[in-house]
């Protein structure tokens, strides 16, 4: 579904991401670990399209997406959720939702200063989608609720929602369990699970180890930039390279 | 308490709007002279800027500081094809809207390329080049000295728009279908895109929303919107100068969005009208007027920061939220005793065969 070739982002001399390959299959839980400053969420952006490889290509779907602007790489069916949840706090939880599937629909200013059929339509459209996304995450009993006035996992629940509603084959998840409590952590994995039922594939980041372990198909290690494994659960948790830059070496403490 | 909820109820109701369209209608009438129908024409024709504003500002979150110079740009273009060029009112009036659209397209396509506050220090810049070229470019503009004897809005032999009333219902008409308007981006999917863009940049795009193309919409409607309240403003002025385009007036047209409710739809027009008669009730403070607005905003904005219509919304959502709350409880807990009464009987059954 996604095949990264030898991927590589520098910041001036820093390389946050330096000459990553992998392939991600579909409708499997993909996972992307690593220390603090691995290059992850810099790994996301550049599948997401915020930001352009400096070597490398992506490839969705057979399709070269490389360098491919956020907006239409969305349009492609990948969606995100961010670290930092910002939603519309002044509005209803549901109509937060609505927007989501814009990008679906082909309305411009005409159609809105002549309130045409074609916007009537659309409009009908994206509000039955915010309805099924919000069921689909459990949440349908709040969505009348003002955004600001929900918790944090209902927060989390709301962004996952509104990806969603884009209609997407591949969801990237950037730390969906960051800030929220083991009970909650649970619920999440739950929900994630139910999205890849339902024939979404994922790519989280996350740093909740028995979330992980538990959750994902495969795991990529990354660190300092650099993929140092990948494989099954199974193989990373005896993964002598990935036990030495989680804990550091001897040398390392020494130093 | 149920009296604040049920007036509450009453603002949200399509009543509302014929009784505050009737209010504004009868308004001449009640005004106990000409100089305050001036004032609430004055303020109704600031009022459609601020609507534009309020569409780059407070539906799409771009501070866009040269709104005044497009104010301006509305104003002298129809007072130059006028006065100078002989062109008949009302062609003037759309050829300065089309300005406004045109020079807001160019000045969006480059100033937009930044964000935040770089953005409102590129646009902050614009308006001052534009304040600079209606000051020094004298052939055109005539300079410093402005454009007099700028006629008023035809009124085809029907109507004569010198008049103050008139001119009044003239205003309150744009006002109407300016708001209308407003009204219909808001709650469209079009909005929705703008409020998106509102929330943040990087969340929008991942949503499948071209930033630029967005963006630059905002900007265009609020720059029409600018210019043709200019338009009208020079039309009912008569005469104008370089001190339209100065950027006082983009900082009056905030202080009207703050205090009203930014991003709202009735937020501008209350702001404008509000701190309008403010300012003339005040008149006898003369400068230190100041004195008293300036810590008046800053309650404001501290305890208010959605402006009074915006908190007036949250208020009135919450309160909506619970009532839906308690709703769902009641209805719940009927069906619990209804399930109740109907599983007794059997119960009852159960026990007798037993």
């Known amino acids: 579904m996604l095949k990264i070739n030898n991927l590589t982002k520098r910041f001036g001399g820093l390389a946050a991401v330096n000459n990553v390959s992998i392939e991600f299959d579909a409708n499997k839980i993909n996972a992307i670990i690593g220390p603090n400053g691995a290059g992850k969420s810099t790994f996301f952006n550049l599948v997401a399209g915020a930001m352009a490889p400096t070597e490398g290509s992506i490839e969705y779907q057979g399709m070269d997406i490389t360098g491919m602007a956020c907006d239409r790489i969305a349009r492609l069916g990948i969606a995100r959720t961010f670290q930092t949840t910002s939603l519309f706090d002044e509005s209803t939880v549901l109509d937060n939702l609505i927007v989501g599937h814009r990008l679906r629909t082909q309305s411009r200013l005409w159609d809105v200063i002549i309130n045409s059929k074609r916007l009537r339509d659309e409009e009908k459209k994206c509000r039955s989608r915010a309805q099924e996304v919000l069921d689909f995450v459990g949440l349908s009993h709040i969505g009348h609720r003002i955004t600001a006035d929900i918790s944090q996992e209902e927060k989390k629940r709301v962004a996952f929602a509104l990806a969603l509603a884009t209609d997407p084959e591949l969801v990237l998840l950037d730390e969906p369990a960051g800030g929220i409590n083991p009970e909650e952590t649970e619920n999440l994995a739950a929900l994630i699970r139910k999205m890849v039922e339902h024939g979404v594939t994922v790519c989280l980041i996350e740093h909740k180890m028995d979330m992980i372990m538990s959750l994902a198909d495969k795991i990529m290690v990354l660190d300092h930039g650099e993929k140092i494994a990948e494989g099954t659960p199974e193989q990373i948790r005896n993964n002598p390279v990935v036990i030495e830059a989680y804990l550091g070496s001897d040398d390392d403490a020494a130093a | ?354």
């Open chain 2, 1 to 354: 308490m149920n009296a604040l909820h049920k007036i509450s109820d009453f603002f949200m109701t399509p009543a509302m709007k014929i009784v505050m369209i009737l209010a504004a209608l009868l308004f001449p009438f009640v005004a106990s002279n000409e100089y305050q129908i001036y004032v609430m024409a004055l303020a109704f024709v600031w009022a459609i800027a601020v609507y534009g504003m309020n569409i780059i500002t407070g539906l799409c979150g771009q501070l866009n500081l040269a709104h005044g110079g497009f104010f301006a740009i509305g104003a002298y273009t129809l007072a130059i094809l006028t006065v100078d060029h002989g062109w008949a009112f009302w062609w003037a009036f759309v050829a300065a809207g089309i300005a406004g659209a045109l020079l807001g397209f160019l000045a969006g396509v480059v100033s937009l390329r930044l964000k935040e506050h770089y953005f409102a220090i590129f646009t902050l810049c614009v308006g001052f080049i534009i304040y600079l070229l209606i000051d020094k470019w004298e052939e055109l503009t005539h300079g410093a000295l402005g454009i007099i004897n700028i006629p008023a809005p035809s009124g085809f032999g029907l109507v004569d728009f010198t008049e103050t009333t008139p001119f009044y219902y003239l205003a309150l008409v744009f006002m109407v279908l300016s708001i209308w308007l407003a009204a219909r981006i808001a709650n469209s999917l079009l909005g929705r895109s703008f409020r998106a863009i509102r929330i943040s940049d990087e969340l929008a795009a991942s949503l499948g929303i071209n930033l630029m193309r967005n963006k630059v919409l905002a900007f265009v409607l609020s720059t029409t919107y600018a210019s043709v309240a200019g338009a009208l403003y020079a039309g009912m002025v008569r005469f104008i100068g370089p001190a339209e385009a100065d950027v006082v007036h983009t900082f009056d047209m905030i202080t009207f969005l703050l205090v009203g409710g930014i991003g709202t739809l009735m937020g501008p027009l209350f702001g404008t009208l509000a701190i309008t008669w403010l300012t003339q009730s005040l008149q006898f403070l003369e400068e230190y007027r100041m004195i008293v607005f300036g810590p008046l905003l800053v309650v404001l904005v501290i305890f208010f920061p959605r402006g009074v219509v915006g908190t007036f919304l949250t208020w009135r959502g919450r309160r909506l939220a619970a009532a839906h709350e308690t709703a769902q409880k009641e209805s719940a807990s009927e069906k619990k005793s209804q399930t109740k009464k109907a599983v007794t009987p059997r119960n009852q059954e159960a026990g007798n065969h037993a």
